[in-house]
């Protein structure tokens, strides 16, 4: 493996990386009041689509911490 292509790995990684997170992303950026919940569903749940589907779900959802 060359330079090259530990970069465009690296690149791909974070790239799923952000992916994969964007429902916590989200919820926090929001100040959502169930972000916690949110990254708990992502973490245990999100490696499935519909895991992941309901923490975006619910992190775009309007319930925000007044």
Known sequence: MNNTDLIALGIVGIFSALIYFAPTIIAFNREHGNK??????????????????????????KNFKT
């Open 36 to 61: 916690y919940v949110v990254l708990i569903i992502n973490i245990v749940f999100g490696w499935t689509l519909i895991g992941w589907l309901v923490a975006i779900f619910i992190a775009s959802s």
